[in-house]
């Protein structure tokens, strides 16, 4: 597996992104080892609340939220999922599953050590999020969860999102940071959209953020629906 990992000049000087980042690296199953770059803000001994992001974003997306929740005194953890932000970006979309996605992940939160965490968890960041809960419910206190679901490819798919999974694998210019102002109420101004833009310096590193809608299962035998009827088993007992 060839990884592309992004330059960090990229990342000077973003607009109220100035964390110091943090490193882990995570075996994967099949192939080597992958870097994980995370956020990670307040006292260790402090409740964690771990954010993860969706696709195609990255921790960026909490950097008005993490001052607000140390200042409240809890410890603000936020990953880049792999193929985002400041992490490690495989070379191919064959790379990239939705178990590979969810193992990488655990891998990381093993090595972070931390429980009692509150999960605040949108879009991508759901669908591997929930999974890590079911995995280790014991682990989690609370989950706060945002336009995101748990597919299992039982229930109808509508015309919208598998139009964005073709526009997705299709388009020309996948351009992340428009994609992103696209999806938000007020104007995006352009230094927040070049921030999004950050992690990918051309279209080869791109290649996880096209194939993520492509991986959400959306039929009853697609390769993750059994693992995540799964985890609604265990969710369904998650106060």
Request: net charge negative; glycine share 6%.
């Amino acid at each position: 597996m060839k990884v592309l990992r992004t330059p960090d000049d990229r990342f000077s000087n973003l607009t109220d992104y100035s964390f110091e980042p943090n490193y882990l690296d995570v075996p994967d199953s099949e192939d080597g080892w992958l870097r994980i770059h995370y956020v990670d803000v307040g006292l260790n001994t402090a409740e964690p609340v771990l954010m993860m992001h969706g696709e195609p974003s990255w921790s960026y997306l909490y950097r008005k939220m993490i001052p607000i929740i140390t200042d409240a005194g809890f410890r603000a953890i936020a990953p880049d999922l792999v193929g985002f932000g400041k992490s490690d970006k495989p070379s191919k979309m064959s790379d990239y599953t939705y178990e590979r996605h969810v193992n990488w992940m655990q891998g990381w939160l093993e090595q972070v050590g931390i429980d009692k965490i509150n999960l605040v968890c949108q879009d991508w960041g759901g669908m591997i999020g929930l999974r890590l809960i079911a995995n280790d419910p014991d682990r989690f206190s609370s989950a706060i969860v945002a336009n995101t679901g748990l597919a299992t490819g039982d229930n109808p798919i509508s015309d919208a999102f598998l139009n964005w999974r073709k526009f997705s694998l299709e388009v020309d210019n996948f351009d992340v940071g428009s994609i992103i102002a696209m999806g938000c109420k007020k104007e995006v101004p352009n230094n927040i959209i070049a921030a999004y833009n950050a992690p990918f310096p051309d279209d080869t590193y791109k290649e996880g953020a096209r194939i993520f809608p492509s991986l959400v299962p959306i039929k009853p035998d697609d390769p993750s629906s059994q693992a995540n009827r799964n985890a609604w088993k265990v969710l369904s007992n998650f106060s």
